[in-house]
């Protein structure tokens, strides 16, 4: 590329209102364009460092046997009401109308559009697995977009979903996504973490986050330093209510409990005595649905109910303990702190427990045996909810540290919630219909590049990993106009470069090396040759990487090799 013919925009100052450095520095350097609050316009540089994350990501998941389809962004309705999602998925989801006033939603992600490409397109055993993912701009109404390209309303996600005949092969799959989104990120040259609710394996609750350690990011993450040991402190606002108490029901027991809507009713039910020592579990979603246990304090006694907090399936509100209290006839001061938004809070004492009754989420029913740790995040998770640096790491292998994270990748067992809502059903080897299991994996394509930055820049502005850098390499010619031999030493090497296959741009605008410099600094390309007269007089000209203190003088003839 030669720069006279590309589009370079810089700015002096960064604009007002732009909080974070990495914002501060993609709209500098001319990456991308406010169109409106959360919603940005791709400039050519920013599109090819955009387009280089999603080379890596596309490689990564093909490589990982994944197959790329495109849908659409506009979804109809009635998936969303089939999933229940249309009630449950809150403000973030635009909703919209068409011309015949039928109702449209803008895809803040795909699991109904997939899902009903499953249910239509896989009806045996023989079709599965099946991964599909696509590269694709989605849109949530975000509460407050900010930090630029990372907390947008329109932005670019990964997504993939992924269909198995049974659990065992969504588990295999799930580890395999582990370890693709493991590559994905260390090729892109970022410092993660992999992020887990459970005791930093693979398993149990299946839902890990990879975070970009950064201090600009939004999440508390809790690691061991001696160990893989890491949660997100709040990985329960990650996990919506109508996620957690979608647990996999064929595994539990529907048992018909007419009348039973308070904790003393199930007790009188399973013929248990209600004493006054309940405590409560409360994972508050964003979208205002809440999932709440009560637990007895023999530990026996065990109820969860999954319902809105504005009470539509029932006659409580969960706006305070002592609203959960009185609602289920307990002792408030039995309860325990709970009413944090997003947050699971639960005591230490059910890590001892295993079997739950829960509740069904429908009218007169519990499920019997359900399995915490299995059906909903394990209690390290809630343990964290207060958890200071040098506390003792959920998995004895030493102290916890924190840092902040931000997410740019998450990876879910979803199970059956949206196969068995909206009917993804296939024929086993016995010929029996079976519900799909299901897995979903996304990753922040559009983020990643905030978040690189966030890692990789100084107080002259980016500097990019190379693998996703607008360019690799710059040539800036000192007396472009003036000087015939750097036109020819500097065109030379560039066709050289380009080549070999180098993303290489030419700086051939003409401008005052200050300049030049300046722009290309602020723009973060991780390597710079610059070509001028009186080096060329010795036969040499100078490299400097973006993070070198000082120039290399290289001989003219051995430029490309010195490169390469
Ligand atoms: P967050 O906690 O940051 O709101 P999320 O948990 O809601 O993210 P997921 O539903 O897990 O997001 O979506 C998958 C990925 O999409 C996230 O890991 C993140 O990298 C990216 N993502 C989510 N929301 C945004 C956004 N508003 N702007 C840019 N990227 C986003
Ligand atoms: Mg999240
Ligand atoms: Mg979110
Ligand atoms: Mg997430």
């Not at 590329?1 to 604009?15: C, D, G, Q, V, W």
């Not at 915490?372 to 998995?395: C, H, K, M, Q, T």
């Not at 079976?434 to 922040?444: F, N, R, S, T, W």
């Not at 015939?484 to 003409?510: H, K, M, Q, W």
């Amino acid at each position: 590329m030669r720069a006279s013919h590309y589009f370079i925009a810089t700015l002096k100052e960064a604009p007002a209102d732009a909080e974070v450095t990495s914002q501060k520095l993609m709209l500098r350097a001319g990456l991308i364009k406010k169109t409106a609050a959360g919603i940005y316009s791709w400039m050519p540089m920013g599109l090819k460092a955009l387009r280089k994350v999603e080379r890596i990501v596309r490689e990564e998941m093909n490589r990982a046997g994944a197959i790329e389809v495109l849908m659409p962004a506009v979804q109809p309705a009635e998936l969303w009401q089939e999933s229940g999602r249309w009630t449950f998925y809150g403000p973030e989801l635009l909703r919209l109308k068409d011309r015949h006033d039928r109702d449209f939603v803008i895809g803040p992600t795909h699991e109904e559009v997939i899902t009903d490409i499953a249910r239509r397109d896989i009806r045996s055993y023989k079709q599965l697995p099946k991964h599909f993912y696509q590269v694709q701009t989605k849109f949530r109404d975000e509460i407050r977009p900010r930090f630029g390209v990372m907390r947008g309303r329109e932005f670019v996600m990964k997504d993939g979903y992924s269909f198995h005949a049974s659990f065992e092969d969504l588990v295999r799959e799930y580890h395999n996504m582990y370890a693709t989104y493991i590559r994905i990120f260390t090729r892109i040259g970022l410092q993660f973490r992999a992020v887990a609710a459970d005791t930093g394996s693979i398993g149990g609750t299946g839902s890990h986050e990879f975070h970009v350690i950064a201090d600009t990011g939004e999440d508390d993450i809790a690691y061991c330093p001696d160990s893989d040991y890491a949660a997100n402190v709040e990985l329960a606002e990650a996990l919506p209510a109508s996620k957690v108490h979608g647990v996999a029901k064929q595994a539990l027991t529907k048992v018909h409990t007419p009348g039973v809507k308070t904790i003393a009713d199930l007790a009188a039910f399973l013929k248990i005595p209600a004493t006054d020592t309940v405590k409560a579990i409360v994972v508050e979603a964003e979208d205002g649905a809440a999932v709440l246990m009560l637990l007895r304090g023999d530990h026996e006694l065990n109820e969860i109910k999954a319902q809105k907090l504005d009470g539509i399936k029932s006659p409580l509100t969960f706006a305070s303990p002592e609203a959960i209290a009185a609602g289920f006839g307990a002792n408030p001061g039995s309860l325990g702190p709970v009413g944090f938004k997003g947050r699971v809070i639960m005591d230490r004492s059910v890590a001892a427990m295993s079997d739950f009754v829960i509740g069904a989420n429908e009218d007169d029913y519990h499920y019997t045996g359900a399995n915490i740790g299995r059906d909903f995040p394990g209690p390290e998770l809630a343990d964290l909810r207060n958890v200071v640096a040098g506390d003792p790491s959920p998995d004895g292998k030493g102290t916890l540290a924190l840092c902040r994270g931000i997410e740019v990748g998450h990876i879910f067992q979803l199970r059956t919630k949206y196969a068995e809502a909206m009917g993804a059903r296939f024929l086993d080897e016995n010929g029996r219909e079976q519900v799909m299991e299901m897995g979903c994996y996304g990753i922040g394509v559009s983020r990643i590049l905030g978040a690189a930055i966030e890692q990789n820049n100084d107080a002259r502005g980016i500097i990019w990993p190379t693998a996703i850098a607008p360019f690799e390499l710059v040539i800036c010619p000192v007396g472009w106009s003036k000087s015939e031999a750097v036109r020819e030493a500097a065109n030379a090497l560039y066709t050289d470069l380009t080549e070999a296959g180098v993303d290489v741009i030419l700086d051939d605008r003409n401008e005052r090396p200050g300049v030049m410099f300046a722009d290309w600094e602020l723009i973060g390309v991780p390597h710079r040759i610059v070509i001028g007269d009186r080096g060329l007089k010795e036969g040499s000209a100078e490299y400097q990487g973006r993070r070198d203190e000082a120039a290399t003088a290289v001989p003219v003839d051995g430029l490309a090799a010195f490169v390469l």
